[in-house]
């Protein structure tokens, strides 16, 4: 398919113009008209660049894309080499960030909820980016870390009592640990996302809301797998996810 068609469908299925982002949403980098083999992953590492030249990929579809506010814009080193590998190969670069995270259908959270079986009750946090509602029945703490290690394939880090009951939960994929005092606010019984800070654990300590640090890249693998599956049968497009191991 040609790439402004793709490009015009997924601005009007993410609708990433009612964000305030970090980053430009849509085509970063510019690549071959013709899209008939996507790459998919978090976050668009060399590593995940040079996968998609051994599979002749003609686009990389992503979570975590270029530019983002704050950072050197200088052309060199790192970047040069990424944009390189692009430019080179004719590969388009997409990226969706807070609309992917956001999509009450394929984003990071509804995928969270649908793949642990929650249900989701309303949102939260800037721009409703955040989810809360209920487990189907009631887990302790422990149960609940253990069903998101074998969701996620990431142990989590758990702050709080291994049987402390948990009925409402909220949760937020990512770097999403400063949402977490409205979490407590809402009176939900734990808050799961991807990053923790210092000051989380204190928070958790002093308002007994469990919170489960389930990693930045595991929490945020299922948007962009699930967006790419999307497209692959919509389109009949060839799209393969590739997870490039990432420890945070």
């Known amino acids: 398919m040609r790439r402004e068609t793709l490009v015009e469908y997924l601005e009007s299925l993410l609708q990433p113009a009612k964000f305030r982002d970090y980053c430009p949403n849509g085509l970063q980098v510019e690549g071959a008209a013709e899209v008939r083999r996507i790459v998919a992953g978090v976050s668009a590492s060399q590593a995940l660049l040079d996968a998609a030249v051994a599979r002749q990929a003609d686009t990389i579809l992503v979570h975590h894309g270029y530019f983002w506010k704050g950072e ?18 004719e590969i388009n670069l997409l990226a ?19 793949r642990l079986g929650w ?4 949102r939260f946090a800037e721009q409703d980016i955040a989810w809360f509602g209920r487990l189907p029945a009631a887990l302790d703490t422990a149960a609940l870390a ?29 770097g999403a640990q400063g949402y977490f ?32 640090a389930a990693g930045h890249h595991a929490s945020e693998r299922f948007g962009v797998q699930s967006l ?21």
């Open 96 to 114: 969706y960030h807070l609309p992917l995270d956001a999509h009450p259908d394929l984003g990071n959270n509804a995928q969270l909820a649908a």
């Open 119 to 122: 249900l989701p009750e309303g």
């Open 146 to 174: 253990a069903q998101l290690a074998r969701q996620l394939g990431r142990q989590p880090l758990v702050i709080g009592e291994a049987s402390r009951p948990i009925r409402r939960i909220g949760w937020c994929s990512g």
């Open 72 to 89: 050197d814009g200088r052309v060199t080193g790192i970047r040069k080499n990424r944009l390189k590998s692009l430019l080179v190969n």
């Open 228 to 248: 790419a599956a999307h497209l692959a049968a919509r389109f009949d497009l060839e799209c393969e996810f590739v997870d490039i191991d990432n420890p945070v």
């Open 181 to 212: 005092e409205q979490a407590i606010a809402l009176g939900l019984d734990a808050y799961v996302s991807g990053e923790i800070s210092e000051p989380t654990v204190h928070l958790a300590r002093e308002s007994g809301v469990v919170y489960f």
